[in-house]
Structure formats: C-alpha cells, structure tokens
C-alpha cells in the first residue's frame, strides 16, 4: 500500500467518526497526518500493510512476463522461418504460417 493511499485511508476513517480534537489520532488534513504518523509510529508506519500486496502482485507478473516473453520467441521464431523481418511480422502478421 502506498504511503498516500494510508493516509487517504486514515483521513476516510476518521470522517465517519466524531473524534475530539485533542485526541492524537485525529488528523486535520494531509501534512498533519503524516506529521503525527511519523511522530508517534516512526518511519515504517507509512508502509504499513504493503506486504500482503506485494505477495499477491509477485505471481501475476510473474506469469504476465513469462507469457510475453514465450509470445515473443514464437513471433521471432516464426519470422526468422519464413524469412521475414521481425518489423514486417508485427505490421502485417497474416504473412505468417
């Protein structure tokens, strides 16, 4: 989660609640709620839940990567065996058999 979107979160959180302005927890806007997140959670406050994403995000790129890339060899393959540039198969793939 980006450290923007944590604040955006909090900010959303806290308009659904009546909190007294005294309490450390409530945030008058952006700046003041990043102030007092750093003030009293330290710097890592900021990524905080950025974990469960990234485990999530890791094997769809992956796959999405290694798909192109096996895309890619087939289309070079392809062009080399009919003996057509690589440019001339992505303009006008219906030359390829």
């Known amino acids: ?7 955006k979160t909090r900010l959303q959180i806290q308009s659904n609640k009546a909190y ?9 806007g952006i700046a003041d ?3 007092k997140m750093y003030k009293n959670e330290g710097l890592f ?9 990234i485990l999530v ?12 890339m096996r895309h890619t060899c087939y289309l ?3 062009c080399k065996r009919n003996g057509h540039e690589l440019f001339t198969c992505i303009t006008n793939p219906t030359t390829l058999k």
């Open 33 to 35: 709620c990043l102030k």
């Open 76 to 78: 070079v393959s392809c």
């Open 20 to 28: 007294a302005t005294g309490d450390p927890n409530y945030y008058t």
């Open 1 to 7: 989660m980006h450290p923007l979107d944590l604040v």
């Open 45 to 53: 406050a900021f990524w905080k839940g950025v974990l469960p994403p």
């Open 57 to 68: 995000e890791t094997p769809k790129r992956a796959v999405k990567v290694s798909e192109s």
